[in-house]
């Protein structure tokens, strides 16, 4: 199943191909919008989120790391791109069977949103400084959405203290 789903994101990329990367036996799933460098495992967001993640006390192990957009996109990513990169980040999402998938990011959280929803109005956008702090459904699975990594400098102490409330109850779950 792993080499079918790598062979249709390598059909369907527009350019370079990005897969998903970590534990295939994941509880967490983690999900950032599109590629912004070469690699997603030794990042720059990959490192702020593991310093995150390493203060919440959640193993980076148990995790599988991907992007909802398989490529890296030439302009902003249009909705259509996210809606047609759907199908390979719900294939992963049945491979990995995880308990949860953190959202990175108010994009990704409003699409993954908007899709369970079944909203058509491309136009809705859903404030993720509302919504972080709580576990939305999504199919049986537990849907975090926390802040984009880029915004993570800027956030007030409680901003921060209800993202990091959140993801320790990962563990305890």
Known sequence: MWEELETGIKIYAKNTPYFGEGNKDADILVVFDHPFEKQLVGSENFKVLSNIFNFVKIDLNNCYFTYLVKY?????????????????????????????????????????????????????????????????????????PIYDMFKVKSLTYNEKKKMADILRGVNKW
């Open 72 to 144: 890296e996109p030439l302009n902003l990513v249009e909705e259509s791109e996210r809606k047609e990169s759907m199908i390979y980040l719900l294939q992963e999402i049945y491979l990995v069977k995880p308990k949860y998938i953190i959202c990175i990011g108010e994009e990704v959280f409003n699409y993954l949103y908007k899709y369970y929803t079944n909203t058509k109005n491309e136009k809705l956008v859903i404030d993720i400084s509302k919504c972080v702090g709580n576990v939305y459904d999504f199919y049986g699975i537990g849907l975090i």
